[in-house]
């Protein structure tokens, strides 16, 4: 997939619009414009123009309409999910909930009616400018994960979730398919059963003091390699 990360510069948000409606382009472009400098608006009429502009450009969000001629906002969406993941915001005058929940189900980050009064671009600007600096740090995160030289793993519910580029080259494996149902496979058998418990005693206890602790892997060629792993429980509640 191909990824949106840092932009070419922190002050400038480019935006594409996608609506048939050319007076909606005009608007859109105008208060968002007055709104703020840092915006800079490409407007498209047919949706598959757009599919093309992703793939050939640089753009921190796509704002799209939802009844279009072509195709509609949720079904260009639907496309640009399967090699983007530009942020994108459904931005529509004949929405209902049901729309908003296929549009969240499918990965649209955002979700708002078309109103008349001049205000509203403002919170349409305000939405954008959010879905742009949660996608920018969010990229910034997964770029440190994986430039790190240390191999990373996270396991819920014992099954790995992900893994650096870092672990991926250590064992010497493509990704995380590698794994298999048993995500101690590389760990040789003497050391398993002590991992294994290592894992239960931090999902068990209330309070954890972080340790370093040796294991012996193998790597796909067979070779033994000796780690130290230090092993942390993280709270997520997203």
């Known amino acids: 997939m191909h990824q949106h990360g840092i932009a070419h510069t922190n002050d400038v948000i480019r935006v594409l619009h996608v609506d048939d409606d050319p007076n909606q382009q005009e608007f859109l472009k105008l208060f968002l414009s007055e709104s703020s400098n840092k915006f800079e608006v490409n407007a498209i009429t047919?949706?598959?123009?757009a599919l093309k502009e992703i793939k050939e450009n640089y753009y921190d969000v796509l704002v799209t309409d939802f009844i279009m001629p072509k195709i509609d906002g949720i079904q260009l969406s639907k496309k640009v999910r399967k090699f983007s993941d530009i942020p994108i915001i459904l931005y529509t005058g004949q929405g209902s909930e049901e729309v908003a929940e296929a549009a969240f189900t499918l990965g649209v980050d955002d979700y708002l009616r078309k109103e008349m009064e001049p205000s509203h671009y403002q919170v349409l600007a305000n939405r954008?400018?959010?879905v742009v600096e949660k996608n920018r740090i969010d990229n910034l995160y997964k770029t440190?994960?994986?430039?790190?030289?240390?191999?990373?793993?996270i396991v819920v519910d014992?099954?790995?979730?992900?893994?650096?580029?870092?672990?991926f080259d250590l064992l010497g494996i493509q990704g995380l398919s590698d794994f298999?149902?048993?995500?101690?496979?590389?760990?040789?058998?003497?050391?398993?059963?002590?991992l294994m418990k290592r894992f239960e005693k931090i999902h068990n206890e209330d309070t954890f003091v972080k340790e370093l602790h040796s294991y012996r892997i193998n790597d796909t060629s067979g070779k033994i390699i000796h780690v130290e792993v230090s092993t942390s429980p993280v709270k997520y509640y997203g």
Do not use: C, S
């Open 46 to 49: 047919d949706p598959e123009d």
């Open 128 to 130: 954008i400018k959010n």
């Open 144 to 153: 440190v994960i994986e430039q790190t030289q240390e191999a990373l793993v």
């Open 158 to 167: 014992k099954k790995i979730v992900f893994g650096n580029n870092a672990l």
């Open 180 to 194: 298999g149902e048993d995500p101690f496979r590389f760990v040789i058998p003497e050391d398993r059963e002590k």
